[in-house]
């Protein structure tokens, strides 16, 4: 949760940036209802950042205050961070986090048994294996068929309203299943992850008064990456937003959709820029890209699309890389030949600003190892990474090492951030004054009595387990999940484990990005911006994929797209030869007709 705006003066000159470009000024000055759709690097993030900045001091009053969803806990960092920036403070006034974390602690856990969610008064958030075992009760069998839970999941966030005679028709046997499933995860006193936006719909179906409730706390809602939440979060939009007066700003992209395979659905985005009561503003510049890597996101987009590049003198680079070899053949070319060679064209740069963008976290291995090898610092994004990134614990982890390593000294980050933190990971114990305060003493001693970032990560983290976390969390049901990630991360550093060697300035260093290459599945790359940018694995059947029909080859070049438009001064594209992806070579036309 976040606060007040210490610093008026960060957010009005912020804005004076903004007054240069008329649509970006419109959708700051917006009064009602906006919307912002616009393309890769033309400020949505600024300008909703800046604009939020704004609402806090000028439109709303505490103790009401602003919600703000967006995608996945990495691009609420992205926010959390930005809006620090512009010195908006931590406190309860606003909510940044996703569709889930806003069902589950705005909705489900304050109006469950008033909101006749049947849910008992006590439940827990169902962990993997739970779920498992529930799934398996309800089929009657010893597996789980490959793809059911991921078409389960899809279903139920597809009919979110089981009244209609939709639900059951679509898939009959589905529909029972995921039913008998349901039934066996209450009876166990368990949600799970897809329950909390559903049950969040309901809830708010049908009862008005929450609706209100929540506009009396939040007047503001505010949605970041429109185009990627599904229909739970458009049906909370439609009833928040257009019957009980919450006032909505959201962003998006069409064109960078790029989660359809989850359920969502970017038509949404564009069915609520079309209401009469909606104003909708349009962004044409890119402040990011050189000129040629704009044209060529154009042709990769394969859409008339009017974007330009903001400046006109900044043209940027679009290299092809054909590469003989496996891919740990390929990875090692680009650490120890194209990696130095882009440094002597840009010796500003650090490896900070250079990311390796890839298909799947798997080839993202080859690149790992290849960094490794060669001594090079990386921080990995993506599914094989040291631990999930979307972790708040281990975000939470991560600004404690920094404040251990130097943020104690510097203020940065500050230590009433990591309390407020923490307050917010193990509020489910800390109800009463005695309870906080115990915790935050613990907390100082623990985190002061370690302030040196060559410290063994894994006596640090030790420490830090069995007098704070332990104690604090292991009675929070929302913490379950998040303890188990902790506990898988602490294994590798132990004795035995592949991480024994860690230091504390690594965990701190990962929070950070600072002079370390980032490794990243294209998909994890959205929202981000990098001065290089290398795309690899680009093949012929790993982008689009052999099997993909013609939605996902679509998706396919949207994924495409949005990793090309990550760059600001080079973009490189890697294929293996003989394998061109397709997409890959309509960009070697462009460039070869240029
Ligand atoms: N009016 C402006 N003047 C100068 N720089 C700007 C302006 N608007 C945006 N920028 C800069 O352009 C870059 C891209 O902005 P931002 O990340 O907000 O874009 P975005 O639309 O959210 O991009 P994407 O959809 O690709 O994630 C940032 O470095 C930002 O600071």
């Not at 279903?155 to 639900?167: F, S």
């Not at 209450?186 to 329950?195: Q, S, V």
């Not at 090492?401 to 509020?427: K, T, V």
């Not at 002079?515 to 694995?537: C, D, I, N, P, Y």
Request: charged content about 25%; some cysteine; proline content about 3%.
């Amino acid at each position: 949760m976040w606060s007040d705006v210490s610093d008026r003066a960060a957010y009005l000159r912020a804005a004076a940036q903004l007054r240069g470009n008329p649509g970006q000024w419109a959708a700051y000055e917006a009064r009602g209802h906006c919307v912002v759709l616009a393309g890769p690097g033309s400020g949505k993030t600024k300008t909703l950042t800046t604009k939020m900045a704004r609402m806090l001091t000028e439109d709303v009053h505490a103790p009401r205050g602003i919600a703000c969803i967006t995608y996945n806990n990495e691009c609420a960092r992205e926010l959390e961070d930005r809006l620090a920036a512009l010195g908006v403070l931590h406190d309860k006034r606003v909510f940044i986090g996703t569709v889930h974390s806003f069902s589950l602690t705005q909705i489900i856990l304050p109006y469950a048994q008033a909101a006749g969610l049947g849910l008992p008064m006590s439940f827990g958030i169902a962990r993997r294996a739970e779920q498992q075992a529930a799934l398996l009760e309800a089929l009657g069998r010893t597996n789980i068929p490959q793809n059911l839970e991921f078409r389960l999941n899809n279903y139920r966030r597809a009919y979110l309203n089981r009244d209609t005679p939709e639900w059951r028709e679509a898939d009959p046997n589905l529909a029972a299943l995921i039913e008998r499933y349901e039934a066996g995860l209450r009876r166990r006193g368990l949600i799970d992850f897809d329950d909390m936006p559903l049950l969040a719909v309901r809830a708010l179906r049908s009862n008005q008064w929450l609706q209100r409730a929540l506009l009396a706390k939040y007047p503001i809602l505010v949605v970041d990456e429109y185009q990627d939440l599904g229909s739970a979060l458009h049906r909370m939009v439609m009833g928040l937003c257009f019957r009980t007066g919450m006032r909505l700003f959201a962003v998006g992209d069409v064109d960078q959709s790029i989660y359809g395979f989850t359920g969502a659905r970017p038509d949404l985005l564009r069915r609520l820029s079309e209401r009469a009561d909606v104003q909708t503003v349009r962004l044409r510049l890119n402040y990011r890209s050189g000129t040629r890597i704009v044209s060529a996101s154009r042709v990769a987009l394969a859409e008339e699309r009017d974007f330009e590049a903001a400046n006109a003198d900044m043209q940027g680079a679009v290299f092809i890389h054909s590469m003989a070899g496996n891919y740990e053949n390929q990875a090692v070319r680009v650490v120890r030949d194209l990696l130095p060679q882009a440094f002597i064209r840009h010796p500003g740069l650090n490896l900070g600003d250079v990311a390796v963008l890839y298909p799947a976290a798997w080839i993202g291995d080859a690149i790992a190892d290849a960094a490794q090898a060669a001594g090079i610092a990386f921080i990995r994004t993506d599914g094989n990474a040291l631990y999930p990134r979307s972790s708040r614990l281990m975000q939470w982890l991560e600004i404690c090492a920094q404040w251990c390593c130097g943020g104690w000294r510097s203020g940065d980050p500050r230590f009433a951030r990591i309390l407020r933190g923490g307050e917010r990971l193990f509020g489910e114990s800390l109800k009463s004054d005695q309870r906080r305060l115990e915790f935050h003493r613990l907390l100082i001693s623990v985190l002061w009595g370690q302030r040196d970032e060559g410290l063994r990560l894994h006596y640090w983290l030790d420490q830090l387990i069995t007098q704070v976390i332990q104690p604090f969390g292991n009675s929070c049901a929302l913490l379950r999940d998040e303890l188990e990630t902790l506990a898988t991360f602490a294994a590798r550093l132990s004795k035995a484990g592949d991480q024994r060697h860690m230091v504390l300035s690594e965990l701190a260093g990962n929070g950070t990005h600072l002079s370390r290459l980032t490794l990243s599945t294209l998909h994890s790359a959205k929202g981000r911006e990098f001065g290089l940018v290398f795309m690899f694995g680009l093949d012929n059947g790993r982008l689009p994929r052999n099997d993909a029909d013609h939605d996902q080859r679509a998706e396919a070049r949207r994924l495409f797209y949005v990793g090309l438009t990550r760059a600001k001064q080079e973009v490189h594209l890697l294929h293996t030869t003989g394998r061109t992806s397709p997409f890959v070579s309509e960009i070697e036309q462009h460039l070869a007709a240029e």
